[in-house]
C-alpha cells in the first residue's frame, strides 16, 4: 500500500505515522495513502493524541494538528503528548501545563509535575509531593516524600520510609509498611514487603496472608504467582486456581494462558484445567481467535 522509501517508520496513530526519510534524517508525518500531510519537517516529534502532536524546530517545542499546521508556537523546551485535554511542557527549566488551544492552565512554576491522572496532577514543591486538580488548584498540600500517578482512584504514597495506599484525599487506607505498591488491574494493587509479594483491594486489605516469591498483574481476572522456583495462578479474589507446578507462565489471552510443563509448552483454561496439549516446538498467545505455533 505505501512502498518502502523510508530511513524509518512509526505505526499510526489517530490516521497519521512519522517517517524519517534519508536526506535529511528529519521527521515528517504522513496518511494512511503514503502522501505527506504538508512539507515541514521537524528535528523530532512525537505520535498524535488528542488531534495534535508535538515537534521539534530549532530547538524548540510547538503542536501540529493533522493537517501538518502549526496551533500552538515553537515556544517551549520540551513537551509531552496530550492526555485528558492537558499537555506537560517545560519553559525556563520549570514545568506547566497547557490545554489543546494551548492556553496556560497550570503556571510554569514547578520543578516536577506528573501527568493528568485521574483528574489529579502531581506536583513537587520543596522537596515534597502533593496534588493539583485540572484547572491548577492545589487539592493536596504538597505531604509526601514519594508519590505514584493516580490510577483505578488510588496512589501510592510515602510519608517516611515505606509505601500506603492513599484515597484522592489524601488519606491513607493501608498502614504505611510496603517497599513498593503497583496497580495490578481489576481493582487490585501488587505489594512487596521484604522482598515477597501479595495483592490488596481497594479498602488496602490483602486478598490472601500467603506472600509469593514473585507476582504478575491481573489479566482476565486472573494473576500468575511464584512459591519457590515455579508457578501458578490466582483467581481475582486471591485463591489459587492451580497449585505452583509450572516451570513458567504467560498471562490470560481470550481465556487461555499459555504454561511451561515438562513435555513443552501446552494451554490452560481459566479453571486450571488443560485446554490444549503441548504439541508444538514454540508457540505464542491467541489473538483474534488464532494462536501462531512452531511445528
Not at 521539534?56 to 513537551?79: A, C, E
Request: aromatic share 14%; with cysteine; net charge neutral.
Amino acid at each position: 500500500i505505501i512502498p518502502p522509501r523510508f530511513k524509518s517508520a512509526w505505526s499510526f496513530r489517530e490516521d497519521i505515522a512519522r517517517v524519517e526519510d534519508f536526506s535529511s534524517k528529519e521527521i515528517s508525518f504522513i496518511d494512511k495513502t503514503g502522501a505527506l500531510i504538508s512539507s515541514e519537517k521537524f528535528e523530532a516529534a512525537s505520535d498524535f493524541q488528542e488531534g495534535l502532536a508535538w515537534v521539534k524546530k530549532d530547538g524548540k517545542v510547538g503542536y501540529i494538528n493533522k493537517k501538518g499546521m502549526v496551533v500552538i508556537p515553537y515556544q517551549y523546551q520540551s513537551g509531552r503528548k496530550f492526555e485528558n485535554g492537558l499537555a506537560k511542557v517545560k519553559a525556563n527549566d520549570l514545568y506547566g501545563m497547557i490545554d489543546l488551544e494551548g492556553k496556560t492552565i497550570i503556571p510554569f512554576e514547578y520543578k516536577s509535575l506528573g501527568v493528568c491522572a485521574d483528574d489529579r496532577i502531581k506536583f513537587k514543591r520543596d522537596g515534597l509531593y502533593g496534588f493539583l486538580d485540572k484547572r491548577g488548584n492545589i487539592v493536596m498540600e504538597p505531604k509526601f516524600k514519594s508519590v505514584t500517578d493516580y490510577t483505578q482512584g488510588f496512589a501510592a504514597a510515602k510519608k517516611d520510609k515505606k509505601y500506603g495506599l492513599i484515597d484522592k484525599n489524601g488519606k491513607f487506607l493501608t498502614p504505611e509498611t510496603y517497599d513498593q505498591i503497583w496497580p495490578a488491574n481489576n481493582g487490585r494493587w501488587g505489594v512487596e514487603k521484604d522482598g515477597l509479594y501479595t495483592f490488596i483491594d481497594e479498602t488496602g486489605k490483602q486478598l490472601t496472608d500467603v506472600m509469593y516469591d514473585g507476582l504478575y498483574v491481573f489479566s482476565e481476572e486472573r494473576a500468575g504467582y511464584q512459591k519457590g522456583q515455579l508457578w501458578g495462578f490466582l483467581d481475582a479474589n486471591g485463591k489459587p486456581i492451580t497449585p505452583p507446578h509450572f516451570g513458567l507462565i504467560w498471562s490470560f489471552k481470550e481465556g487461555l494462558a499459555r504454561v511451561a510443563v515438562y513435555e513443552g509448552i501446552a494451554f490452560i483454561d481459566k479453571d486450571g484445567e488443560p485446554a490444549i496439549i503441548p504439541d508444538y516446538l514454540d508457540v505464542r498467545d491467541f489473538s483474534e481467535g488464532l494462536a501462531m505455533v512452531l511445528k
